[in-house]
T-cell receptor, first 114, second 115 residues
């Protein structure tokens, strides 16, 4: 069965410091993995995706994630947080082998203080 | 703006009632997905349609049904509403059902409040 676990429900950082949002997944086949971001009162937006190409994936707004098969992890990082990064972040794994439906983690709320 | 339009944005109704949520996908997208977001359950996949046909089904209750019309817009019907159905319902679309594109474009959601 496919599942995804976001290890932190809330992460707080100061502006200009690194961001690390942790995600572990479980999949019975080679998964597709994604990070989505949801700003308050908005829909979700794709940050980045891994689909069995390069293990280090670069996304929008300076975010990147590394696929580590041995650790079944797909952690999201950013070298320097900005106030506008404050949002809810979802790690996502494909629901079926066709990749046509997705399972979302429970989300990590990122707070950024000045 | 994702290009996905959902109506209504807000809806307040009473227990036992029935409501219909509407979604217009991005121009050219063939797949439509419905998700329910609540504080206790998080974001739950309900159902997916591809070019008018049901493609995948998630945690959708029997009281809920959906369809995708020939013009590719979709409707989610929620009946015999209960207090616990109060949630934000998202529609998302993607170009293809074929595998692994993964990128979904989300609307801004329809917030349903059941009193």
């Amino acid at each position: 069965a496919q599942s995804v676990t976001q290890l932190d429900s809330h992460v707080s950082v100061s502006e200009g410091t690194p961001v690390l949002l942790r995600c572990n997944y479980s999949s019975s086949y080679s998964p597709s993995l994604f990070w989505y971001v949801q700003h308050p009162n908005k829909g979700l937006q794709l940050l980045l995706k891994y689909t069995s190409a390069a293990t280090l994936v670069k996304g929008i707004n300076g975010f990147e994630a590394e696929f580590k098969k041995s650790e079944t992890s797909f952690h999201l990082t950013k070298p320097s947080a900005h106030m506008s990064d404050a949002a809810e972040y979802f790690c996502v794994v494909s629901y079926n082998q066709a990749g046509t439906a997705l399972i979302f983690g429970k989300g990590t709320t990122l707070s950024v203080s000045s | 703006d994702s290009g996905v339009t959902q109506t209504p944005k807000h809806l307040i109704t009473a227990t036992g009632q029935r409501v219909t949520l509407r979604c217009s996908p991005r121009s050219g997208d063939l797949s439509v997905y419905w998700y329910q977001q609540s504080l206790d359950q998080g974001l739950q996949f309900l159902i997916q349609y591809y070019n008018g046909e049901e493609r995948a089904k998630g945690n959708i209750l029997e009281r809920f049904s959906a369809q995708q019309f020939p013009d590719l817009h979709s409707e989610l019907n929620l009946s015999s509403l209960e207090l616990g159905d109060s949630a934000l319902y998202f529609c998302a679309s993607s170009f293809q059902g074929p595998p692994r594109s993964g990128e979904l474009f989300f609307g801004e959601g329809s917030r349903l409040t059941v009193l």
